[in-house]
T-cell receptor
Framework: EDQVTQSPEALRLQEGESSSLNCSYT??????LFWYRQDPGKGPEFLFT???AGEEKEKERLKATLTKKESFLHITAPKPEDSATYLC??????????FGAGTTVTVRA | GAVVSQHPSWVICKSGTSVKIECRSL??????MFWYRQFPKQSLMLMAT?????????EQGVEKDKFLINHASLTLSTLTVTSAHPEDSSFYIC???????????????FGPGTRLTVL
């Protein structure tokens, strides 16, 4: 059974204080690892897809990296608008996504 | 691109009634659509997968007679919660993947969700 574990559960940051979120996974046949952002009461918003170990992708203050067992989402110099729940999901070859529980990030001005 | 809409965004109904939720892909053809539910402070749980023109495949523990899914076209899937009860109250979210022209939209793009409250 595919498993995705995200840590920490919650992260409180001061504006400008960089940090990293972790996503560790076990999956039989990884097709891709996805990062989404979810705001309260809304659907997840796509951020990144990573397909192979060593791959990195960046978008504004966010950078995602992938190894064979885990992925990191680095938030550089966060702003209050980066406050959200960040979800990690693994996709197996049947295209189904298995989600982690998420990390709720709060950035204080 | 890759926009998915849902309607309604929220609905309140009486126990025993049925509720239909629509999910539409606006700028690509959704060959596969997925339905999830999310309880407060929990992550998304996959309920079922539907391919256009085929019967939906339900995850273990999801009652197929209670949650009716129809994927009649490449841009529309519907979820009908039949004989709804208070325990069915949840946030229901759809996602879609497919093609746009020659491009494969491999990523699952999510709709904004529907908040269902059953009284």
């Amino acid at each position: 059974e595919d498993q995705v574990t995200q840590s920490p559960e919650a992260l409180r940051l001061q504006e400008g204080e960089s940090s990293s979120l972790n996503c560790s996974y076990t999956v039989s046949g990884l097709r891709g690892l996805f990062w989404y952002r979810q705001d309260p009461g809304k659907g997840p918003e796509f951020l990144f897809t990573l397909y192979s170990a060593g791959e990195e992708k960046e978008k504004e203050r966010l950078k995602a990296t992938l190894t064979k067992k885990e992925s990191f989402l680095h938030i550089t110099a966060p702003k209050p608008e980066d406050s959200a729940t960040y979800l990690c999901a693994v996709q197996a070859y049947d295209y189904k996504l298995s989600f982690g529980a998420g990390t709720t990030v709060t950035v204080r001005a | 691109g890759a926009v998915v809409s849902q309607h309604p965004s929220w609905v309140i109904c009486k126990s025993g009634t049925s509720v239909k939720i629509e999910c539409r892909s606006l700028d690509f053809q959704a060959t596969t659509m997925f339905w999830y539910r999310q309880f407060p402070k929990q992550s998304l749980m996959l309920m079922a997968t539907s391919n256009e023109g085929s019967k939906a495949t339900y995850e273990q523990g999801v009652e197929k007679d209670k949650f009716l899914i129809n994927h009649a076209s490449l841009t529309l899937s519907t979820l009908t919660v039949t004989s709804a009860h208070p325990e069915d109250s949840s946030f229901y979210i759809c996602s879609a993947r497919g093609t746009s022209g020659r491009r494969i939209v491999d990523t699952q793009y999510f709709g904004p969700g529907t908040r269902l409250t059953v009284l």
